[in-house]
């Protein structure tokens, strides 16, 4: 038994020699860039910002970066520069081409640049612009909501260098004042007050695999669209999008979208050098269907 | 070869070379019930030399001289007994032993107090829970073992809501749950609130934390071996209970070659939802809960017995929160099992147990029309055999095998469509050996080697372990054990609810996770009655995978592909001074721990604690009892806040797929601030009486008396500008009633 005193000291040391070597480190502002490359569109405008005190109040007009030098890249095979496409201010934190109406071409990378005043650090993103895609055949250009016949679209494929293609659905409400919601999300609105009736004119799914829906053949999308993706009744407009790397990691892992214990989060995987934010690139395509109640 | 000749000339050195010894074996029971004792101990009086009792309640004793001896036999809550015998030269004499309850006297069982020489029961990382200890302490609405185990050093919860077991750093995955010998997949109630094991059925319940010998495998970190009562052998008993949650109703008792026991349990809360159906909404449809334990035992001879038991049990909920909203959730395991015990000889004992488990979960969302189901399935059929061969008190020897097959389903419906499926499947063999070699009083060497194959991935892997002890005297011993543990499962669960589990194995490109374990012990008895227990441990973890949180749909991916991998470590000590008889009994425990894991593309691919990761923990547990029919219990638990990761900056993006503008997080290091100090005083007062002619028990309890509003986690609300933080909190003070007759 004397030789507990000693062991406790041992024991007590070690414990003191654990304490603490992973400490919670303070809020440190980076800059934020965000642009959405869409396939055969013009190059987009791109809004640069930076992050705030998470206590603080956040404002993008007072966020927004001032007189950066930005430039978007159309990089060749060999990742040298073919064509530079410099970018001016439009308003604080906004910036867009400086030549209108430049098309972003499919399956071909691109990079961005931006340096900031008074940043040593310069930020650099690339993507490669997904394959464009379109419809092929729609069953119906008019559908009773939860009728026995869904609708059925078939798509060709959107191809992506190395890997299956991801996509992600969005249902537009075009005409949010004289049609109702879907029971669903009426209910949403009618019992809660977190849900206002403004938010449903846009439903999107989460990313969903190409291989969900690619037919035996390999060749053609067979996508039967769910009911849960449609909130409003009457005109509304339904998008595919096909994702890149960037949309892909950016999509999957923002805020909220991770699955975790409760509580927990995380950072959202940006692939933006230099700073956060995203600089991605989708090829889409879309088509409109009429919903009448059943 | 000559290794091999060497290995079995040591063996057997004393029998060959030595004069004809004798021997005593046989079984340690209750006296009452004829229950078998697990890990009881049978020592001769004067001396040093004596034997425990196994899982299956059996010791041998050999190498003895003919002679006259006093073997004294004890357990913990059990009056020790004295019995005198006389060997003759090579006689091998079959003694069962009966015990009585601490304050039950019996006048057929010679029985004499005998707290000299008190025994330590617990070999390294070992730890036992006292079925009656569970039944006592102040549970919320329903005795709970595996919240119980969640108040020993060294095993922490996640949260008021779970009875998840974080051992030593691990995950729940990371411990084996064993049902009379069978695989538990998913062992939770209501949706991870409770255990499954009704405390009614339960005859013992070890907890293996860590450093554990080759007998046991398949995790990387920890085993909970539970046992369920073999049924009185004495006469027809039974008790039921009614709670403010449940009720449950025991029933066992003996017939001509053998006895049973059967024990059912269910929810009993539908009148009160049916009340509150009326008046208030998003009141379950259907809430119910259930399970059936029962063990039949046949006395095939003096030296065989065969048990069949069975556990099933399922939760169901039905709930539509909303317009066009339905939930439909069903989870439940069924497992079974049939064992045959034989004793060979006085030197050579057997177990075998042909296993079945089965966890299946099928919950159902129907949202605006469309419904999504998941289907998951594990089923697993097993045969294992163990030897243990004693031939002498020099040496003794275990081996066994455990071979089986193991299939996981999972498949994804989204509106009315196959989304996903997937069928891993898994042949599997594990073997071990392993020596004990005990030169003297003083010392003792377990080593010993377990192989494991599993068909999925093909996979092989040896995990050497080796414990060591010595003894520097009667009251107080030094233990050492190291040991290589692999795991081929991985389970995808959410700490606040457990009806979603997945568990999912190794494959192609996915490799076992492994692990290796040092534990220092020192165990002692510095008083009468009371034991101080001190155990330090450091833990590796590599190869672990765990299905990537951030990808939602995995169809079209390599298997290889939905996983990430990582490693771990973890290191702590656990403090335990224990009262084990007195109007006062109970523990006080502490641990001290530090667990950290590390991902690529996480925290910047440095080490960082898990969420369950808790620095400080300390629990204190007593029972006093007031007068001869009132009893206290009372449960103070106080822990470092839980990690967790806090939000340093924000920014705003516009998708052009969202409504709005979609909020984000900028956070720093992973998990490196804490949530406030977490502490709950439990109390409860138990009276004791008689009515109807049998024994009952009233139990009132509060549970969190001072009403500490501890925080479980926060959300952020970003309508407000600058965004909120909203703390969700634990359980808040609750009263807890609980009626028990039993005859």
């Known amino acids: ?294 | 070869m000559r290794l091999f000749l060497l290995f079995v000339l040591l063996l057997t050195s004393t029998e060959v070379f030595g004069q004809a010894r004798s021997s005593i074996y046989g079984y340690v029971r209750d006296a009452r019930t004829g229950e078998t004792l697990i890990m009881a101990n049978i020592i001769i009086a004067g001396t040093t030399t004596g034997a425990a009792t196994n899982t299956s309640g059996y010791y041998t004793l050999t190498g003895l001289q003919a002679g006259t001896y006093t073997f004294v036999v004890s357990y913990l809550g059990y009056e020790s007994a004295r019995v005198e015998v006389t060997l003759g030269p090579g006689e091998n004499r079959r003694l069962d032993f009966r015990l009585s309850p601490d304050g039950v006297s019996l006048d057929e069982v010679v029985v004499q107090a005998d707290r000299d020489g008190e025994e330590l029961r617990t070999a390294v990382g070992v730890a036992q829970m006292p079925v009656r200890l569970v039944q006592q302490l102040p549970a919320v609405f329903e005795a709970d073992v595996f919240r119980s185990l969640q108040l020993l050093p060294g095993i922490q919860a996640a949260s008021d809501f779970s009875s998840g077991l974080y051992i030593r750093g691990g995950s729940p995955d990371q411990t084996m749950i064993l049902l009379d010998g069978t695989t538990v997949y998913n062992p939770t109630h209501v949706f991870g609130f409770f255990s499954t094991f009704n405390p009614d059925a339960l005859k013992d319940v070890q907890v293996y934390k860590g450093g554990f010998p080759a007998r046991f495998g398949g995790r990387l970190g920890s085993v909970v071996d539970v046992y369920n009562k073999d049924g009185n052998r004495e006469r027809f008993a039974g008790s039921a209970t009614v709670g403010l949650l449940a009720s449950r109703i025991a029933a066992e008792g003996p017939y001509a070659r053998g006895s049973w026991m059967l024990t059912a349990r269910r929810s009993t809360v539908e009148p009160l939802l049916a009340i509150l159906r009326e008046t208030e909404e998003g009141i379950p449809d259907l809430f119910f809960f259930y399970d059936l334990n029962g063990k039949l035992n046949f006395d095939a001879g003096d030296n065989d017995r065969l048990s069949f038991a069975f556990y099933g049990g399922t939760d169901r909920l039905d709930i539509e929160p909303s317009d066009d909203l339905e939930i439909n959730l069903r989870y439940g395991n069924r497992t079974g099992s049939l064992n045959w015990t034989h004793i060979f000889s006085s030197t050579l004992f057997s177990n075998v147990t042909l296993t079945g488990s089965r966890y299946f979960s099928t919950p159902l969302f129907s949202i605006g029309g469309t419904p999504f189901v998941r289907s998951n399935t594990v089923g697993d059929v097993s045969l294992r055999a163990d030897l243990e061969y004693v031939p002498g008190r020099v040496h003794s020897v275990e081996g066994g095998i455990w071979a089986g097959s193991m299939v996981i389903r999972l498949n994804d419906e989204f509106d009315g469509e196959e989304s996903f499926t997937s069928r891993l499947a898994s042949d599997y063999i594990a073997s071990y050996v392993q020596h004990t070699w005990r030169p003297s009083y003083r010392w003792m060497l377990r080593y010993g080697l377990r192989s494991t194959y599993h068909s999925s991935g093909e996979h092989v892997r040896l995990e050497p372990r080796l414990s060591v002890e010595h003894r520097r005297s009667e009251r107080l011993r030094y233990q050492a054990a190291y040991g290589r543990y692999y795991q081929f499962l991985s389970l995808i669960t959410n700490e606040a609810f457990s009806g979603l589990d997945v568990w999912l194995l190794t494959g192609e490109g996915v490799r076992p996770s492994g692990g290796d374990q040092f534990v220092l012990g020192f165990k002692s008895v510095p008083f009468e009655n009371w034991r101080f227990d001190m155990e330090w441990y450091y833990r590796t973890m590599f190869d672990l995978f765990e299905l990537d949180p951030n990808l939602r749909d995995v169809s079209g991916f390599d298997y290889a592909d939905v996983f990430q991998f990582g490693d771990g470590y973890a290191y702590g000590g656990e403090f335990m001074i224990e009262r084990v008889r007195g109007r006062l009994s109970g523990f006080l425990g502490y641990t001290y721990g530090n667990t950290k894991r590390r991902f690529p593309g996480i925290n910047n691919g440095v080490f960082f604690p898990p969420k369950f990761d808790r620095t400080h923990d300390l629990n204190l547990v007593a029972n006093y009892d007031l007068r001869r029919n009132w009893r206290l219990t009372t449960v103070f638990s106080y822990g470092t806040g839980q990690a967790y990761t806090r939000p340093l900056g924000r920014t705003q993006y516009n998708l052009p797929f969202f409504w709005g503008a979609t909020d984000d997080f900028v956070v720093g290091r992973v998990n490196a601030s804490r949530l406030p100090p977490y502490h709950r005083l439990d109390v409860g007062v138990t009276r004791l009486g008689r009515l109807f002619g049998g024994n009952y028990e009233f139990q009132a309890q509060v549970i969190n008396i001072y009403n500490r509003r501890n925080t479980w986690f926060y959300t952020y609300d970003f309508r407000d500008n600058p965004a909120s933080m909203n703390i969700v909190r634990m359980l808040p003070i609750l009263p807890n009633l609980s009626f028990t007759i039993r005859f």
Do not use: H
């Open chain 1, 1 to 294: 038994m004397r030789a507990v005193p000693a062991i406790l000291m041992v024991v007590v040391a070690l414990m003191l020699a654990g304490c603490t070597d992973y400490l919670q480190d303070d809020f440190v502002q980076e800059y934020v860039v965000e642009s959405y490359l869409i396939a055969e569109q013009p190059l987009p405008r791109i809004r640069i910002s930076a992050t705030s005190p998470f206590n603080e109040f956040y404002s993008f007009d007072q966020l927004g970066v001032e007189e950066a030098s930005v430039v978007v890249s159309l990089l060749d095979a060999n990742g040298a520069v073919e064509a530079a496409y410099p970018y001016v201010q439009q308003q604080r934190g906004i910036f867009v081409p400086e030549e209108e109406g430049i098309a972003v071409l499919p399956l071909r990378r691109y990079r961005l640049e931006v340096q900031i005043p008074g940043s040593p650090q310069t930020i650099r993103a690339t993507t490669i612009v997904p394959g464009t895609f379109g419809v092929i055949s729609v069953n119906a250009d008019t559908i009773g909501f939860r009728a026995p016949e869904q609708l059925e679209i078939k798509a060709s494929r959107s191809e992506y260098p190395g890997r299956q293609g991801y996509y992600i659905f969005t249902t537009l409400a075009l005409d949010t004042t004289n049609y109702d919601l879907t029971p669903f999300y009426a209910g949403l609105v009618e019992r809660t007050d977190a849900f206002t009736r403004r938010e449903f004119s846009i439903r999107t799914s989460g990313i969903l695999n190409e291989s969900n829906f690619l037919e035996p053949d390999g060749q053609l999308l067979d996508i039967r669209f769910p009911w849960i993706g449609i909130a409003f009744y009457g005109p509304n407009e339904l998008v595919a999008n096909a994702l890149d790397d960037n949309m892909f990691d950016f999509v999957r892992s923002l805020s909220g979208n991770g699955a975790g214990s409760p509580g927990q989060i995380e950072n959202t995987i940006t692939n933006v050098e230099g700073g956060r934010g995203i600089f991605g690139s989708m090829s889409e395509s879309r088509i409109r269907v009429y919903v009448r109640r059943q």
